[in-house]
């Protein structure tokens, strides 16, 4: 508080607390309360940056000008910034066709973000930048997704994903969470239209083989098909190996292999 008079400043208060916009939000004030955009990683700028928008405008003269603006607006983006748009619009398209949640994006992009400030060499191409980090999101949640389920939405061949996504853990704060073969099982039965009894068949298998430790060292995914496949045998579904080895995204093969297991 300044005295009027003098200038002499009476006490000091590092926030005024007696401003509208720090009274209690139960009050419901609406006008008078500060009001601002959340930040999102799903921006480069994280949604701090200004957009000039499309609104109609009745004014031909007025609406060239604003086009005008706009243009210039858009021209002041570095070239580094705009293939940083490129790639997160790549990583929400991506994410949106998986059916992933915000938090998921989120974290994607997060991961894209650093591994481009980790020095991401020049030349990689940005669907495989975007589907090394979003396989790493999912692993870092945990999440039971496969990597050629990512895949499937780019034209990123699986060397060219390993490779990057061997870059991502090395350069970033992602980490591989370990996900069980338990895991897959929801997602297998459900696409194979299974019955309570195979369910409970085939959640019994698994977790007797990861008492047993039988699942280390071998895909996820073939010891959830082994199990299935073993799980319909035992309580007469007689689902066929292909047929559970083509939900699975596994070999026949290999459920061949871990079935006597």
Not at 76 to 84: E, G, I, K, M, W
Not at 140 to 161: A, L, N
Not at 245 to 254: D, H, K, L, Q, T
């Amino acid at each position: 508080f300044v005295c009027t008079d003098c200038g002499l400043i009476v006490e000091v208060e590092d926030i005024d607390r007696h401003r509208n916009r720090w009274r209690d939000k139960s009050k419901r004030l609406v006008n008078d309360t500060v009001q601002s955009s959340s930040t999102t990683e799903r921006r480069h700028d994280k949604g701090l940056g200004s957009e000039i928008g499309y609104d109609e405008i009745d004014n031909p003269r007025l609406r060239a000008q604003f086009g005008r603006i706009r243009k210039f607006n858009q021209r002041q983006v570095s070239t580094v910034d705009r293939n940083t748009i490129h790639l997160l619009d790549t990583i929400r398209r991506i994410c949106s066709q998986l059916g992933m949640n915000d938090n998921l994006t989120d974290r994607a992009c997060r991961l894209a973000k650093e591994a481009r400030e980790g020095g991401l060499p020049n030349g990689e191409s940005i669907e495989a930048v975007a589907t090394s980090t979003i396989i790493a999101a999912i692993r870092d949640k945990g999440i039971p997704i496969q990597m050629s389920e990512v895949r499937q939405y780019t034209d990123v061949t699986s060397h060219e994903s390993y490779r990057l996504l061997k870059y991502v853990y090395e350069n970033t704060s992602a980490t591989a969470t370990c996900v069980e073969p338990i895991d897959y099982l929801p997602k297998m039965l459900t696409q194979l239209e299974a019955d309570e009894t195979v369910r409970q068949a085939a959640r019994n298998l698994l977790l007797k083989a990861q008492v047993d430790q039988l699942h280390i060292g071998k895909k996820p995914t073939s010891i959830t098909a082994s199990a299935v496949y073993a799980a319909g045998q035992k309580v007469g579904c007689y689902y066929t190996q292909k047929e559970v080895a083509n939900i699975a995204n596994v070999s026949r093969p290999s459920i061949r292999e871990y079935y006597p297991t």
